[in-house]
């Protein structure tokens, strides 16, 4: 009977820190807006003037991929974005992408960055209110605040690269998470 109460203790004491964890938290950033002007290069996807949606799934355990003293950089897996454009264009990432998120006196920024359909690579950056996160999100990704926030160009924008040519189109929506 002793032995069989120490079993159990040790089961129990083994998986009380197993069971503690927090599960894993998700949030989704959505952009919602409309590309253009085009400010640089030919636009051969024709973006300029389309509706665009674009979110992240991003998930809270997130450890940092890199960071400075302004800045934090986490790796997106595979299928965390999806992106549908008005002119035809929808995708699903099936590589990783990077957000890089930018605290600055004047504004905080995020940047969701890869490989992007039809052999482009993509580059979307929403500049935002200054002071939206906290410092917290340099330990791990969290929402922002106030959200929705409004987005304007040329502050942000969209960049692809196709062929060897880039094109920046303006964006003109919302961010919100």
Known sequence: MRRLLLLLTVLVLGLAPLLAQAPDTTFTITLNGTLGPVISGSDPLGGNGATATMTAKINESLTPRSSTATSVTYALPKG??????SNGISFTSTTPWTMKITLAAKY???V???AGPLGTTVSA??????NSWTTAV???PLPFTPSPQNLTQPHSTLKYTLAGSTTVLGFTGTISN
């Open 80 to 85: 965390a974005i999806t992106a549908t454009l």
């Open 108 to 110: 905080d920024a995020v």
């Open 112 to 114: 969701f960055a890869g």
């Open 125 to 130: 950056t929403s500049l935002m209110k200054v």
């Open 138 to 140: 340099f330990t791990h």
